[in-house]
T-cell receptor, first 109, second 116 residues
Framework: GQNIDQPTEMTATEGAIVQINCTYQ??????LFWYQQHAGEAPTFLSY??LDGLEEKGRFSSFLSRSKGYSYLLLKELQMKDSASYLC??????????WGAGTKLIIKP | EADIYQTPRYLVIGTGKKITLECSQT?????MYWYQQDPGMELHLIHY???????EKGDLSSESTVSRIRTEHFPLTLESARPSHTSQYLC???????????????FGPGTRLTVL
């Protein structure tokens, strides 16, 4: 079966850096996605990793280690608008997304 | 402008009513999905479709039906709504490229359903 774990909630300070971790177990793997979801809104795509290593996109970066079943999302220069839930999602062997419960990130001034 | 739309955005109905949640996309995507999400919880796949006349059940026990008569339209119907159906329903779409796993899903704004 498949399983995704990420912390329920994290708190960080405006202007700082935060790393949100995601661990997974799966028998089939076709990539890992990170989505951002503001309260009451739909998820929006942030990043995709299928090979090991770091993908950088502006203030956001995502890392993947397939051998360890591990990914993280790194957010730099935090802004108040970054307060949201961050969803880790695994694409399985059938190209379906298996979603984590999300990490609620609270940014304090 | 290419987008994905859902109506209604909010719906409050009584138990036993039949309802249809509408979803349309103008991106020409083949694949469409319906998810259910409770606050603070993960998304659960209810139904998906690879294209016209294709519908598949997801991992959530299905008390609903879908149809895909046109590429752009993927409505979800609950034949008899119950309080346990109270949730947010999200529609999404993506390209379907079997040899390219980078199939980002685009989401509609969601329908928040309350069944009394």
């Amino acid at each position: 079966g498949q399983n995704i774990d990420q912390p329920t909630e994290m708190t960080a300070t405006e202007g700082a850096i935060v790393q949100i971790n995601c661990t997974y177990q799966t028998s089939g793997f076709n990539g890992l996605f990170w989505y951002q979801q503001h309260a009451g809104e739909a998820p929006t795509f942030l990043s995709y990793n299928v090979l090991d290593g770091l993908e950088e996109k502006g203030r956001f970066s995502s890392f993947l280690s397939r051998s360890k079943g591990y990914s993280y999302l790194l957010l730099k220069e935090l802004q108040m608008k970054d307060s949201a839930s961050y969803l880790c999602a695994l694409m399985d062997s059938n190209y379906q997304l298996i979603w984590g419960a999300g990490t609620k990130l609270i940014i304090k001034p | 402008e290419a987008d994905i739309y859902q109506t209604p955005r909010y719906l409050v109905i009584g138990t036993g009513k039949k309802i249809t949640l509408e979803c349309s996309q103008t991106m020409g995507h083949d694949k469409m999905y319906w998810y259910q999400q409770d606050p603070g919880m993960e998304l659960h796949l209810i139904h998906y479709s690879y294209g016209v006349n294709s519908t598949e059940k997801g991992d959530l026990s299905s008390e609903s039906t879908v149809s895909r008569i046109r590429t752009e339209h993927f409505p979800l119907t609950l034949e008899s709504a119950r309080p346990s159906h109270t949730s947010q329903y999200l529609c999404a779409s993506s390209d379907h490229r079997p040899n390219d796993s980078y199939n980002e899903q685009f989401f509609g704004p969601g329908t928040r359903l309350t069944v009394l």
